[in-house]
């Protein structure tokens, strides 16, 4: 094997692949590592992506020069394909690739398990950012954690300066509006699931008559010398649907930035926005200045303006072209797939044999517990078990909290201190929603439980969250159906809960919407509510499923959470009425599948 470049203090250049030939063009560009997905586990679905030939052609010329190939498994994974997705583990690991970026616990913690000495990599789903997530992954295996997309400079820089693992920061690309991982909106409405590589973008269509939900590209060019003295360790392009002259164009830029230490001049702004531009480009996130100037749409000039400069790229390239060849004595045709066939089917095999999953156990007698926005909103008289309240707005009427979805490390301290106050006026309980929130609960004598923004898509990383929160019990993913729920063993302790009623948050945005509600051009209309700070756009219709409650009782839901976000008193009173009952409604519902 060839040494990696050496880079110096310098962090590591890492360029997009869609395919094979946008890998030949990263390289040639100059590239210090690379990342590219598989048809499997990956959260392009609808990139070209590299076949298992391609991939291991693909480590192969990496190797060759000394650059590092990064492969992504960043999708959740439902526990019918753990297997799968270990033997494709397998395959990666004996093809050379340097690093895998995850998304998902329950299976790093089997690759931990089985490949204890791969490299692993905390994608950006993973929703990171702030130290104790970093410190928390680091600690369960990561050595690299892909930072939030949100972050401020002075966020990125304490992270870089305190936190155990190595940093990753995406500096150019296309943004999601919503934190990453924290998006249910291409889920809820087609079925296309954003954290299962299936995003429909549904933040790019038009409501009320415009494009409030699209962000220009992210361009960080200009702030280079920033980010070298933040002690970034890889700063990452985004573009595995983008082409080989978007690719080449790209990376060859920040190449050179790099490599002179300065931020982008005019000119190669310039160059950068032809290559690829929603009208223009935006640094909003990392400088703070969020808001409206952040839009944008990509116009039929621009369209254009790509094409002829990705051309004009591709056609001025000068070095060698990277071929597919793998080893030499790599079978080709048919006897190349009987042999892999065979393989897969011995590691099948194998992975059957090892794989354990918990028994099953009893289900425990269900209960019921809510989060509101306001104690105005709680009735004086309900079963509820436990009951949430905001962080902010706490009041002794509830005995749990509802952290924010999102700590920034500038923000730490002072909800350390808001949630000591919580404490100290009779809060019992703490409900949370990521992994850098754990130690809060300790710290204050709180008892913990996981909220549905962790992701919980399977029986292993339900373990995960139940060892590491030491959790009463566990919201599973809005996204499961409820066979899938059925099918997830909690250890003996935890309450296995799903939400059951209520307009599930779509979106958690940074940048505010500055409206207080989306139609989309069918007239849905989607509630757009500010809470901690940001706003979250809900549902257009609520999860219901009063008259279903045996359904509920063979999943073994034993926790059933109802989420109320823009009902008044009497609205709660009406569907505690109507769970009592099992009535059926009459306006719009959507249900558990």
Not at 43 to 51: D, E, L, V
Not at 157 to 176: D, N, Q, R, T
Not at 226 to 234: E, H, K, M, R, Y
Not at 442 to 453: K, T, V, Y
Request: glycine share 8%; aromatic share 8%; charged share 25%.
């Amino acid at each position: 094997m060839s040494e990696i470049r050496n880079r110096g203090n310098k962090p590591e250049l890492l360029a997009p692949c869609g395919s094979y030939e946008a890998l030949s063009a990263a390289l040639e560009a100059g590239a210090d590592a690379v990342y590219f997905g598989g048809t499997l586990f990956n959260a392009r679905m609808n990139a070209k992506n590299f076949s298992r030939e391609e991939i291991v052609a693909a480590a192969s010329s990496c190797r060759a020069h000394g650059v590092r190939s990064y492969v992504t498994v960043n999708t959740q994974i439902y526990d019918r394909e753990i297997e799968q997705a270990l033997e494709y583990i397998a395959f990666l690991t004996e093809a050379g690739v340097d690093a895998l970026i995850l998304a998902d616990v329950g299976l790093a913690e089997k690759i931990r398990e089985f490949f204890p000495n791969l490299e692993l990599h905390a994608s950006t789903q993973m929703t990171v950012h702030n130290i104790a997530g970093a410190d928390r992954l680091y600690k369960s295996g990561f050595r690299r954690v892909v930072a939030a997309r949100e972050l401020t400079e002075e966020n990125i820089s304490l992270l870089c300066k305190k936190a155990s693992p190595e940093i990753e920061v995406f500096v150019h690309g296309a943004l999601c509006v919503s934190c990453s991982g924290q998006c249910l909106m291409s889920s809820m409405l087609g079925g296309r699931s954003g954290n299962r590589g299936e995003c429909a973008q549904p933040c790019r269509m038009s409501y009320n008559g415009g494009y409030p939900l699209s962000l220009k590209d992210m361009c960080l060019a200009e702030h280079i010398p920033a980010l070298l003295a933040a002690g970034v360790a890889s700063l990452k392009i985004e573009g595995r649907r983008k082409s080989p002259g978007y690719v080449y164009g790209v990376t060859k830029i920040y190449r050179r930035l790099l490599d002179e230490e300065r931020g982008a001049t005019r000119d190669e702004m310039e160059e950068l926005k032809r290559l690829f531009s929603r009208g223009g480009f935006t640094d909003g996130y990392f400088t703070g200045d969020v808001g409206e100037k952040m839009l944008g749409v990509r116009s039929g000039q621009d369209v254009e303006m790509s094409r002829k400069s990705q051309n004009a790229v591709l056609s001025g390239r000068n070095g060698p072209t990277v071929g597919r060849e793998a080893s030499n004595d790599r079978p080709t045709g048919s006897k190349a797939e009987a042999k892999e066939g065979e393989e897969k089917g011995q590691k099948k095999r194998y992975f059957a044999q090892k794989l354990a999953f918990p028994p099953k156990r009893p289900p425990q007698k269900p209960i019921t517990t809510a989060r509101f926005r306001s104690a105005s909103q709680i009735p004086d008289s309900h079963d509820f078990t436990h009951v949430y309240l905001p962080l902010s707005a706490y009041q002794s009427v509830a005995d749990g909290v509802l952290l924010p979805p999102v700590i920034f490390d500038s923000a730490w301290d002072e909800v350390r201190k808001k949630l000591e106050a919580a404490a100290s006026a009779g809060a019992k309980h703490l409900l949370v929603g990521n992994i850098g929130q754990l130690s809060l609960a300790e710290e204050f004598g709180l008892i913990p439980h996981g909220d549905f923004r962790l992701n919980t898509f399977n029986t292993f990383s339900g373990l995960f969250w139940a060892r590491e929160g030491k959790f009463e019990s566990l919201l599973l993913s809005c996204e499961l159906i409820l066979p899938q729920i059925r099918d997830i063993v909690l250890p003996e302790g935890v309450r296995k809960g799903a939400v059951v009623y209520g307009r599930l948050p779509l979106m958690l945005l940074q940048k505010p919407v500055g409206k207080a509600f989306l139609r989309d051009t069918r007239g849905a209309v989607f509630p757009v509510l500010r809470e901690e700070g940001r706003d979250t756009v809900y549902n257009s219709v609520p999860l219901y499923m009063a008259d279903q409650t045996d359904r509920l009782d063979r999943a073994g839901i034993e926790e059933r959470h109802m989420i109320f976000s823009d009902e008044k008193r009497g609205d709660v009173m009406k569907v505690l009425y109507s769970y009592a009952h099992g009535t059926i409604p009459k306006e719009n519902i959507r249900r558990l599948k």
